[in-house]
């Protein structure tokens, strides 16, 4: 069962404006969600995260929005760079137990 | 940051024969570590958690006798893949977490096994 959904397979955005990608989940026992950047062949690096007692967290160009209610957090970036350009996952857990992963969104920022 | 390396990055190996994977966190103690599976264009797949010291905790669908997990220590997880097959071919990941309370896992480089 998909616990964590990321609907959007792909972004592409031009370089300097805003790339926004977003995440639903359906389990509401997850309080901590994460977002991880992935090149190919490489393993996630961990990007933000942020706690279900909040709704927004931000660290440099890297916001992570959470809507409890709607089951729903994204991750906005500005400006978009072309170093950006990865797949990103959005993730979950509850409790500290096992995370569970969104199926990504490559996001491509065009020069 | 917490560094954690796989090794093999890559590995070939043909059918019907086993594949230790190793996985090590370099700079922290990882009470918990990870094992993930990622086909193409997929997400990461949870294969099991291992706890040191403890037998690893299978999700659904993953075969025990096949994905040996051991993780003897608190910087070492290995995972084994016995009589492997094509179908077994894939990125592994890893991932270790420390017992300080945080809940970010540090992921390590991935292997690509090619089972011919």
């Known amino acids: 069962d998909q616990q964590v959904k990321q609907n959007s397979p792909s972004l592409s955005v031009q370089e300097g404006r805003i790339s926004i990608l977003n995440c639903d989940y359906t389990?509401?026992?997850?309080?901590?969600f994460l977002w991880y950047k992935k090149y190919p062949a490489e393993g996630p690096t961990f990007l933000i995260s942020?706690?279900?007692?909040?709704d927004k967290n931000e660290d440099g160009r890297f916001t992570v929005f959470l809507n409890k209610s709607a089951k729903h957090l994204s991750l906005h970036i500005v400006p978009s760079q072309p170093g950006d350009s990865a797949v990103y996952f959005c993730a979950a857990t509850g409790s500290g137990n096992d995370m569970r992963f969104g199926a990504g969104t490559r996001l491509t920022v065009k020069p | 940051g917490a560094v954690v390396s796989q090794h093999p990055s890559r590995v070939i190996c043909k059918s019907g024969t086993s594949v230790k994977i190793e996985c090590r966190s370099l700079?922290?103690?990882?009470?918990?570590m990870f094992w993930y599976r990622q086909f193409p264009k997929q997400s990461l797949m949870l294969m099991a958690t291992?706890?040191?010291?403890?037998?690893?905790?299978?999700e659904q669908g993953v075969e025990k006798d096949k994905f040996l997990i051991n993780h003897a220590s608190l910087t070492l997880s290995t995972l084994t893949v016995t009589s492997a097959h094509p179908e077994d071919s894939s990125f592994y990941i890893c991932?270790?977490?420390?017992?300080?309370?945080?809940?970010?896992?540090?992921f390590g480089p991935g292997t690509r096994l090619t089972v011919t």
């Open positions: 991932s270790a977490r420390g017992a300080g309370g945080v809940w970010e896992q540090y």
């Open positions: 389990n509401s026992m997850f309080d901590y």
């Open positions: 942020i706690s279900s007692i909040k």
């Open positions: 700079d922290f103690q990882a009470t918990t």
């Open positions: 291992s706890n040191e010291g403890s037998k690893a905790t299978y």
